[in-house]
């Protein structure tokens, strides 16, 4: 049984600041990879545990390079590198296909514009103001639970903040029993209480191998959308705007801040938005490179 893990950052154990979350914060972003690569071994051992064989990491934060290769195990494959569009169209979720049984969601956080967030946004917070599916705002987890869903890839676990789990329950409704586990307490935007490892990692490992065996044995949905699917994204400044429909085939404007893109399937429709977010930066940042 193969098992896909997608890994971004801010919903990891003991993760507050913007310090342990980029190269530049120094020895807190040392330590910040290592909270973080203990989260996804503690998944990795828990999907283990219930017999999976075979475990792909797609890691989702940054340049796409925090989590320490030699502290996994050996079923484990990492997936890390620059999410340019061209080798990551559909970003955090690269790699998966329909060979997955199912998709354990570790270190995530709310949605952008999220009240109390914690490290809130979505995709890109320098430019993302909001998302929607056909309607619907998204944020990460059900942006990769819709790219999961469209390879019939159900969510079996998702691991973040507090303030995580109202926007997982309501978009995952649809999959089933889907595990959350708590890392931490928001209390502002870079302020949270924290639970240690010593708690978040066996309870990584009880839900991780929970999830596994849910899936294993049918009690979990992934999440779908019906085409044609409209996806449209609203920047935070009119130049954003215009630098994505410069340099983005299939996309068109709907106001002065929103862009849209329609197309048969949602991961088409979300992969014209993720090119669209690569292009609006004029420079490209470290994570694109």
Known sequence: ????????????????????????????????????????????????AARATEILISEGHAHMRNIALEALPPQARLLRGPAAWPQKPHCQVAG???????????????????????????????????????????????????????????????????DLIAEATADLAPCGPVSFVSTKQPFGFNLAACWPPSRTGPALR??????????????????????????????????????MLLATPGLR????????AEAPTVTDALGTLWRAVTEAFHEPQGWLR
């Open 96 to 162: 998966v296909d329909p060979s997955y049984t199912v998709a354990l969601f570790v270190g995530f956080h709310s949605r952008a514009g999220t009240p109390g967030g914690l490290l809130s946004h979505t995709w890109a917070g320098a430019i993302v103001h909001e998302i929607t599916v056909n309607g619907a705002v998204v944020g990460e987890t059900a942006i990769n639970a819709l790219l999961c869903g469209a390879h019939g890839i159900p969510v079996g676990l998702v691991a973040g903040a507090d």
């Open 1 to 48: 049984m193969k098992v896909f893990i997608c890994a971004d950052m801010e919903g990891a154990t003991g993760i507050v600041h913007k310090d342990q979350l980029l190269p530049d914060g120094g020895p807190a972003y040392a330590a910040g990879c290592a909270l973080l690569t203990a989260d996804v071994a503690a998944a990795c051992e828990g999907a283990l």
């Open 253 to 260: 404007r709907d106001g002065p801040r929103r862009v849209v």
């Open 206 to 243: 009880e839900a991780a191998s929970a999830a596994v065996t849910r899936a294993a044995t049918g009690q979990l949905r992934p999440l779908t959308v019906s085409g044609p699917v409209v996806a449209t994204l609203d920047t935070h400044r009119r130049e954003m705007a215009d630098r």
